[in-house]
């Protein structure tokens, strides 16, 4: 064996994070569905024919608690209800839920 210094290998997580990006390019353009759900509620069909304008569902959420914010259907943060402006509302995620992705 010589005594020669090899060229360092380049540093995984660098040519990792650059790569990453680059590859991400493709996606941008996706259209995704993102939903923010307040609560649910399981009532019977009964129950739900008999709603009117006017009626309150409870859901089992309480007042200041957290939201769930899916991506295509998929739980992936929690959040809280903000005024954008005096006409719409919005999210703010507080929390991003980690998911197992065998599922």
Do not use: C, F, H
Request: net charge negative; glycine share 6%; charged share 25%.
């Amino acid at each position: 064996m010589s005594d020669q210094n090899p060229t360092p290998a380049p540093d995984l997580r660098e040519t990792a994070e650059v790569g990453t990006a680059k590859d991400l390019e493709a996606v941008y353009d996706i259209s995704v569905t993102v939903s923010a759900v307040l609560g649910k509620a399981t009532m019977q069909v009964s129950q739900l024919l008999k709603l009117g304008r006017g009626a309150v569902v409870e859901l089992d959420r309480r007042l200041g608690e957290a939201i769930d914010i899916y991506v295509n259907n998929r739980l992936i943060a929690r959040g809280e209800v903000v005024m954008v402006d005096n006409t719409r509302l919005g999210v703010t995620m507080t929390e991003i839920v980690k998911s197992d992705r065998s599922q």
